[in-house]
Structures are given as C-alpha cells and as structure tokens.
C-alpha cells in the first residue's frame, strides 16, 4: 500500500496563508470574519500553481465566508460555492456581488436619516431571542431592533443583503461574544456605540465596492451539501476548498449570532458529521470513533471525483484532529487514503504547521499537522 507520509512536504512559511489572518486587513475578504477560513494569498497561489486559465470553473464545495470565490472573481475566473452554514452562504452572496454606488450611496443616506424610535422592552424580547441577549447590551440590542427595521424598507434585495452583512459585521465588533475552540463565550468589554459604527463599517464597504471594479467572471453561490452536490459529470476544472476538521465543534452553535440575523433568508441544513465519537459504520481501515466523519468525507471526495474533468485538480486544506481514546487522527493520510481509493492521485501533501495537541491545556500528547492535499482525477 502507497505510503503517503513519503509525499508530505513542510513549508512553515505558508502557515499564516491557511489562516484567514491575512484577510482581516484585506478589501472585502474582511466584511465578514470567518476563524476557520484560509486567505485568498492561498488561493492565488493555487490557482497559479494549477495553470488555471479564465475559461475554467472552480469549485468551493465548502465556501465558507466565500475567499475562493471572490479570489477567483478578482482574477476574472468563474467560480461555484456551496456551503449549508447560512452565514456562509449569505456572506460569500454578498461579498461576491456586484453594485451600484450610487444606489449604496443613497441607501445609507435613507437609514442614516431614520427617525430613531426607542424599541419598548415587549418588542425586544419579542424580536431577540434570549440566547442572543448575554452578548450584548441593552442599547446595542436596542439599536439591533432598530436597524433591522430601517435596513428591512430597503427595496432591493442585493442592496439590502449588502447593509444586512453590515449589520452583522457591527454586531459582532461590538458583542461580548468570544469564539473559543467550540465554545461560544461571555467576555464583557467596553463597546463603541453601534450605531456609530455601523456607520462606519457602512462607509468602509462601500469604498471597498468603489475601489474594486466588478469582473468578468461569472459567480454562482448556493446552499448545497457537498455529500450531494448539484452539478452534472465532469463540469468542473479545479477544486479549491477546506472541509470542516476532525473535532467537537458544531457550527451553528459557534455562528449562532451571525445566523440569526439571517434566520428568514438561507433555511438550515445538515452539516458534515465532524462530531468526535458519533458512532457510524463504514469500511475503510479509520479509527472508531471518526468513523461518521470520514465516511461523509468519503461521499464528499467521492462527488468531487465526480464533477471534475478528466485531468481536474484538487487542493484540500485540512487539518489533523485529536481524540482522548483514539489519540491522533492523520486526517491528511486518511483522506488522502480515501481519494486514492475513488480513483485520485495524490501528488503532494504540504505541511504548512504542526502545532501541539494538548490536554487539560497544558498537557501534550502529541503533533498535529494542517495541510495541503493536492490530487488529479
């Protein structure tokens, strides 16, 4: 059997590409912050290192906050996403559209000169659920009722989606909430006004808009499971994409907030089990305990195969995971196994970190890599 340990190549230098760090400070890649997103420095380097030419189709089959897609769209590339986290599907829309300044323009001059009208404490608690409520203050939750109100007379729905993501991004800046690993925490600060700064945010986006021409590109987003994906054979040249890891993170409880605001807009949908200990059968040679993820991945792998063209290629960003019982899981090797065994060819698995996995914080018991995958069909 094929050793795929002997295709591993370290390239630390590429660690703070697979993060989404670099997008923080980057037009557009930064209206809506994703943690487990990587940077559209990546995606470039990809998209080049694969000869990918203007005519192809790129696939994100988990689009996350959308940095393939618009990535591709600023190289005037076409590109489909998919995701079923509802944010990810309304932040990848949104960032990935094109506008009229103008109408921007005048949109937020319309909500800038709505009459504020202090919402009474029936009505927030009739709008705001109470999960919602120990994130924020009494008058960021006011002011939350009331910009949703404005921004709901918008007329367009592009244009309304645009101050919608603005809306989110400010609630978030100005939240007491703190991702932590795969736990959603309380963590009290001062706050600046919200209304304040979602004028700012507001004027921000719209000079990304104004300072970044639209494209030639044709870009399409949907919600659907990549375990079923909506596309006809071999209609895709390149995959570009990184999976939910192996671990215990649920991702509609870590982005409860962010889905929230657009509860009404993109319906919920079953994730990729990446639950450690979910208890499934499945044939291939994987520790117990993991067995549920990797036979989604199996599906998922098995529909990228599918779609892409003879000679298509895959980069899949992935990162190792850690169980108490079954130790460390080499998600790079295990699924690298399993796109072999559905008719890919590995070429090269990129280790761009290692970082130690730890118990009770402190405690190591062992090395976790994140990689890059790199295959052919």
């Known amino acids: ?31 809506f912050y ?140 100005i939240s007491y909430a703190w991702k932590d690993g795969a736990v959603l925490k309380v963590k009290r600060h001062p706050t600046p006004p919200m209304r304040k700064m979602f004028k700012r945010v507001v004027e921000n986006m719209i000079k990304d808009v104004k300072n970044h021409q639209s494209g030639e590109s044709t870009i399409e987003v949907r919600q659907c499971d990549a375990r079923t994906m909506d596309l006809n054979n071999e209609s895709i040249n390149v995959i570009i994409t990184s999976p939910p890891y192996y671990n215990n993170i649920d991702y509609t409880k870590i982005y409860e907030i962010e889905n929230w605001f657009v509860r009404n807009i993109i319906e919920k949908k079953p994730l990729v089990r990446s639950f450690i200990g979910v208890k499934e059968d499945f044939d291939m040679n994987v520790p117990e305990r993991s067995k549920a993820y990797f036979k989604d991945m199996k599906q998922v792998i098995q529909e990228m195969h599918r779609v892409l063209k003879a000679g298509g290629k895959a980069a899949i960003v992935i990162g190792n995971g850690y169980d108490a019982i079954e130790g460390v899981v080499e998600s790079d090797i295990i699924l690298s196994e399993i796109a072999e065994d559905v008719g890919f060819s590995v070429t090269k698995i990129i280790s761009v970190t290692e970082r130690a996995a730890l118990v009770e914080r402190t405690k190591k018991v062992g090395s976790l890599r994140e990689s890059i995958i790199l295959m052919e069909k």
């Not at 409520?133 to 939350?144: G, H, Q, R, V």
């Open 1 to 31: 059997m094929k050793d795929f340990h002997n295709l591993i190549e370290y390239k630390p230098e590429l660690r703070e590409l697979a993060t989404f760090t670099p997008n923080k400070i980057s037009s557009i890649y930064n209206w």
């Open 34 to 173: 994703y943690k487990e997103g990587f940077s559209k420095q990546l995606v470039e380097m990809i998209l080049k290192d694969f000869d990918v030419q203007k005519e192809q189709v790129i696939l994100d089959p988990f689009c996350g906050s959308g940095t393939t897609l618009l990535a591709c769209k600023q190289n005037n590339i076409n590109a489909i996403g998919f995701d079923v986290l509802p944010i990810s599907v309304f932040a990848s829309k949104v960032k990935t559209q094109d506008y009229n300044i103008e109408e921007l323009r005048m949109e937020k001059e319309r909500i800038s000169k709505t009459r504020f009208e202090m919402p009474s404490p029936e009505k927030i608690h009739e709008i705001i659920p109470i999960f919602m409520k120990k994130y924020f203050s009494k008058f960021a939750l006011e002011d939350i009722v009331f910009l949703t109100r404005a921004i709901n007379g918008t007329r367009s729905e592009d244009i309304r989606d645009f101050f919608k993501l603005a809306l989110v991004n400010t609630a978030m800046k």
